[in-house]
């Protein structure tokens, strides 16, 4: 157990290593100050994830793709050495106190995670069953018995990312229980955690407002067992880190938010619906800049394609899998009841339990504030607001559309579901804020705070 525990990061590390570092020219302008190791070692542990994923769908059993992995792990750790000693890199200063601060946080969520056992429905049910599944077949192969109709109620057809997890700590560990497999939650937390680093400038209050929206926020959701808690960690980084690259045409920022749109799609289905939301609307925030104020084109090399695509192999591999053993999608939508419910008043219902109660509404209106406070300063509006705000809206309304059409009883459904399937619009809103927040810090530091030149008195 301890092994399997202490062994995951640098495992994951040197898999990503063999990425990052392998594909020509995806980290050649990345920088090495305390934000950019940040980012590059968060880039590096999702790399290393993807690849292990896409080993057990390629390899399907555990022992064998862990072997493998094993070995491209060293040998990526190996050749990251050799690139950072031929180049000569050293980093540059890093904040000990901002690592100290991110560590007693892991800690405290690890706390959580480890001793808190499985207990929450769909957590047992599902995430964790079927890692359960995996664990005693030693594989992730058809001969589990995936289509046999007694697992129906599982949703078997799910994204495997987080049961692959969960049942290679428990191969790694020896055995199977209640505590180990959440070490996969762990693995999940602690690059988040890195790139919040990757967005730090000073211990002001637009940092301290992230942590306490995006982690504590979460709260349980982060150690339960639930996935949805981490997909709404991680479409809200992404679109971070997408907004951010608007701005800054640092590639190494659409490098990591690609990173952390392929872990969100390999977590839940409503990943492909989110990939498509925010790149639609990253497209649209960048076609408008570009209209109003042109700035320096990004080159995009065949590397970052090459990244872009061994990120989406493994949600690709799970389809395929899922056609060749007869899994269907189940949808809970019917585009035909859209319109009666509207007739029965539905819609008010659903923004009552959506936007009333899990909070939205409340944060549409601290966003409103800070944005009115930035607008009063007459300050400019960054555009790496908008992709989180426009994302989480257009999100938001994409989920209230299947609520009105839903075959099961509204009310139950939202009163089982609605405070999950906000998370992400809630993220997002939350994001959108802090980037306005940082752009009132930043624009009330010294350096841009005009002081006017005394005018000496006249002798009269």
Known sequence: MLIALSLFLPYFLGLGCIILFTIPGLQKDSPLDGPGIARLLATLLLSGILLHYTLVLLLEKLGLSLAIGSVLSLAGLFRAYLVLRIQAVRPRAFSWVLAG??????????????????SAWDARS???FHGKIIFYNQSLSQSA??????????????????????????????????????????????????????????????????????FMGLGQWLWNGYVDGYFALYTGLTSLFFGRWLVSRDNGDLIAGVAFLGVAVNLKN???????????????????RARTAPAEAGSLGPGFWVFTALTALGMVLWSWKKHLWGLST????????????????????????????????????VF?????????????????????????????????????????????HLGTSASRTMLPVLQGIFCATFVLMQELERNDTPENVKIEPKTK???G
């Open 145 to 214: 018995g995936w289509n046999d109709q007694s697992f129906g109620w599982s949703h078997v057809f799910y994204p495997k990312l987080v049961p692959v997890l969960a049942a290679q700590f428990a191969y790694a560990g020896g055995f199977w229980n209640e505590y180990l497999p959440k070490a996969s939650l762990l693995a999940l937390l602690v690059p988040a955690l890195m790139a919040f680093l990757a967005f730090f400038r000073s211990f002001r209050i637009s940092f301290l407002y992230v942590i306490l929206m995006l």
């Open 126 to 128: 599902i995430w964790f």
């Open 101 to 118: 601060s991110i560590l007693y946080v892991t800690i405290l969520f690890a706390l959580y995670i480890l001793f808190d056992p499985l």
């Open 457 to 459: 008195p006249r002798r």
């Open 330 to 365: 189940h949808v809970p939508m019917e585009l035909a009841r859209v319109p009666l419910r509207l007739s029965e008043g539905a819609f008010g219902t659903i923004v009552d339990a959506l936007i009333l109660r899990e909070g939205v509404a409340t944060a549409c209106i």
């Open 368 to 412: 409103l504030v800070a944005l009115g406070i930035v607008k009063a300063f007459r300050l400019p509006i960054s555009p790496a607001v908008w992709v989180p705000l426009l994302t989480s809206l257009a999100y938001g309304l994409g989920i209230c559309l299947i609520y009105l059409g839903t075959p099961y009883d509204l009310p139950w």
């Open 270 to 288: 409503e990943g492909l619906f989110f990939a498509l939301t925010v790149s639609s609307c990253m497209l649209a925030v960048r076609f408008v």
